[in-house]
């Protein structure tokens, strides 16, 4: 069972398909991997071992095996829902909620022969980048128990760096997948909108994505495969590339030219962060890229995602303040009173504004092939905090600006990927976000993988300590 854990998803997959595992057996392996070792970290607090069970004795064999998961056990965020099984999105208001249907991004895993084991904790409705509720309580970083594992993609990150999970799904408005797998030295991506088809209350809204997460750039890339595609209940989905994901990590295209920035122009970075991220600097030049300090101007991104974050969560959460504000936590309520307030000159501003970024963004892209940037500013802090209130001498003004190295590169919708990218001095791990060109996520996955095996970082399970 140990060694079965220790495989890469690609590896578990290949297995699989050979026939020298069942999914039966990973399923065993994974139910014994989370009793465990997630009592210190509390990543999976909900398990539904028995629906993956039934699930893999429902399919046959050879039909399992002909999909491009083979059934694969996975861990579900806890914002997804997941038919027949106990889905609380982090909240009270759904403490006791079980879902008919699942979420249109698990039902397509499914297609593809994903068996949902697990679900991963989030915070309340994935407000904010520590992951914590008042129905499962703190989630926390295995390579310190004591400290944040990020959010709002918490537990899945925390899963795979524990090998709880060979795959995890994430969800990512203003960083909630990236933030995570930096805290926790794993792989995640946040594809360009469209490219996983999700459920939505507003489905052309295009900050908020569902994207993979894995212990490799590869197992990502596998993930995607399984979780992209045109899908008639998703407005704005697109239909799969002529060629894999995983086909362009397998053969990459070495970059030409990539821009670096530490703090994209205007943010304050943790001077210890700042000295991992320029560490990894010369990997770039050793996958053949020509390396230059340069950045667009992302400077009015904090109003911009500020404002249009704040109009969706009026849209997704009124109700929730108007019937249930007692059992909202303050920063949702902070954020839906935000959006309560503003105008609509300043969402047509903020709008208005979006389209000029996007319009530079594309500009500045036809000289670089990659942005380079820190994937969070700070370390992994104390996991009492609610959130970073101050940066070398800087204090941010609420509980989602210290996320403004992430929330920047939303607003551009450029597809964005954190691989683990070194350590600071106390073994803490640090993320590498490399952001892509509009809507190129495979040329954006192979200079990840690049970057990986230049790094040569290992991305074996760790125990909680």
Not at 162 to 175: K, R
Not at 210 to 232: C, F, K, N, S, Y
Not at 357 to 366: E, P
Not at 440 to 462: H, N, R
């Amino acid at each position: 069972m140990s060694d079965l854990i220790r495989l890469s998803a690609c590896e578990a997959v290949a297995h699989l398909k050979s026939g020298a595992v069942t999914p039966l057996d990973l399923i065993d392996a994974m139910a014994a991997r989370v009793e465990a070792v997630d009592g210190p970290v509390n990543a999976l607090p909900t398990l539904c071992f028995e629906r993956a069970r039934a699930q893999a004795r429902e399919w046959a064999q050879p039909r399992l095996k002909d999909t491009l998961l083979a059934g694969l056990p996975i861990a579900v965020k806890d914002l997804n829902e997941v038919a027949g099984v106990r889905t609380t999105f982090g909240s009270p208001i759904y403490a006791d909620h079980v879902p008919e249907r699942s979420d249109l991004m698990v039902e397509r895993l499914e297609e593809n022969g994903a068996l949902p084991a697990a679900k991963s904790n989030t915070p309340e409705f994935g407000a904010g980048a520590n992951t914590f509720n008042e129905v499962f309580g703190k989630t926390r970083n295995p390579y310190d128990t004591a400290l944040t594992c990020g959010g709002s993609s918490g537990g899945s990150a925390v899963a795979l760096a524990t090998g709880m999970a060979w795959l995890a799904t994430g969800s990512d408005l203003g960083g909630s997948l990236r933030t995570p797998a930096g805290f926790c030295g794993v792989v995640g991506l946040r594809p360009s909108p469209g490219v996983v088809a999700r459920s939505s209350q507003l489905p052309f809204h295009s900050l908020a994505v569902e994207g993979p997460m894995g212990r490799t750039v590869e197992d990502a890339a596998l993930m995607l495969d399984a979780m992209a595609g045109l899908h008639p209940e998703d407005p704005i989905s697109r239909p799969l590339p002529a060629v894999s994901y995983r086909r362009a990590v397998q053969d990459p295209t070495p970059p030409r030219r990539i821009a670096f920035s530490a703090d994209l122009g205007f943010l304050p970075v943790d001077r210890r962060v700042r000295a991992v991220v320029e560490a990894a600097v010369p990997r770039l030049a050793e996958i053949g890229a020509e390396v230059a300090e340069a950045c667009p101007d992302l400077s009015d991104t904090p109003e911009i995602f500020q404002t249009l974050r704040a109009a969706a969560f009026v849209a997704n959460h009124r109700d929730h303040l108007a019937e249930h504000r007692d059992r909202l936590k303050p920063d949702v309520i902070w954020n839906i009173e935000k959006g309560m307030a503003l105008t609509a000159d300043d969402i047509a501003r903020a709008e208005l504004a979006r389209g000029r970024l996007y319009q530079r963004v594309a500009d500045f892209f036809q000289d670089y092939d990659a942005l380079v940037c820190p994937t969070a500013l700070v370390p992994p802090f104390d996991v009492e905090r609610r959130f970073v209130e101050e940066i070398e001498g800087h204090r941010f003004a609420n509980y989602i600006d210290w996320l403004a190295v992430t929330f920047a590169i939303t607003c551009t919708s450029c597809p964005a990927i954190s691989v683990p990218c070194g350590f600071i001095e106390d073994g803490l791990p640090v993320g590498l976000q490399i952001v892509g060109k509009p809507r190129e996520e495979a040329e954006l996955l192979g200079i990840a993988a690049l970057f990986e095996q230049a790094s040569g970082l290992s991305t074996a399970p760790i125990d909680p300590r």
